[in-house]
Structures are given as structure tokens and as C-alpha cells.
């Protein structure tokens, strides 16, 4: 059974930074395709950014710049690292793996306030 843990959200001011955390069981995530997407109240959920098996990563125009993804083979851990905060970054995010059809975690608020 694969479960997907985040922790890491919180509340930050604008221009902070925040490192949100996705513990997997059931998975080894180097081989598995992972991403994190976000859903502000009243939107749609959307990915902010994803990593393949190989360790290529893409992000949404919105964060690009501003946001890391990472894996942490040994932890079997994903990492969302947050710089430069913004307002309109406030929302649930979760971890995925293997896409929209995959597993998701039970998501982390993260609030930035102005």
C-alpha cells in the first residue's frame, strides 16, 4: 500500500521560504515519476512542479525560479523547496506520484501572507 506523507507548511510572510517534505512508503520514489501540485480555495488543482525516474524535473511558469524539486534516495523522501514567497502561492499542496491516476498524500497548507 503506498502511502505519501507532507509536512512543511505553515505560515510565512511574503518573500520567506518555506521546504515542504513528502515521506513515501510502499514506493521507492527514484523510480517512481513524483510532482507537487496545489489547489487554492474555488481553483483547480495544478502542478507547480514534477520529477521524473531520471531526476529531469519541470515546473509551472508561475514558480519557475522560485521553487526546487528534489529527492532524497536514501530517505525515499521528495522535497519542495519554497524561496520568495509570494501572496497567491497560499494553498493545499500534495505530493503525487505517477500522475493524476497515482497516489496522493493528504496534502500541507501553506499561507503567505502579504
Known amino acids: 500500500q503506498v502511502q505519501l506523507v507532507e509536512s512543511g507548511g505553515g505560515l510565512v510572510q511574503a518573500g520567506g521560504s518555506l521546504r515542504l517534505s513528502c515521506a513515501a512508503s510502499?514506493?521507492?520514489?527514484?523510480?517512481?515519476?513524483m510532482g507537487w501540485y496545489r489547489q487554492a480555495p474555488g481553483t483547480q488543482r495544478e502542478l507547480v512542479a514534477g520529477?521524473?525516474?531520471?531526476?529531469?524535473?519541470n515546473y509551472a511558469d508561475s514558480v519557475r525560479g522560485r521553487f526546487t524539486i528534489s529527492r532524497d534516495n536514501a530517505k525515499n523522501t521528495n522535497y519542495l523547496q519554497m524561496n520568495s514567497l509570494k501572496p497567491e502561492d497560499t494553498a493545499v499542496y500534495y505530493c503525487?506520484?505517477?500522475?493524476?491516476?497515482?497516489?496522493w498524500g493528504q496534502g500541507t497548507q501553506v499561507t503567505v501572507s502579504s
Open positions: 520529477i521524473t525516474s531520471g531526476g529531469s524535473t
Open positions: 510502499g514506493i521507492i520514489l527514484r523510480y517512481a515519476h
Open positions: 503525487n506520484a505517477r500522475g493524476p491516476q497515482g497516489h
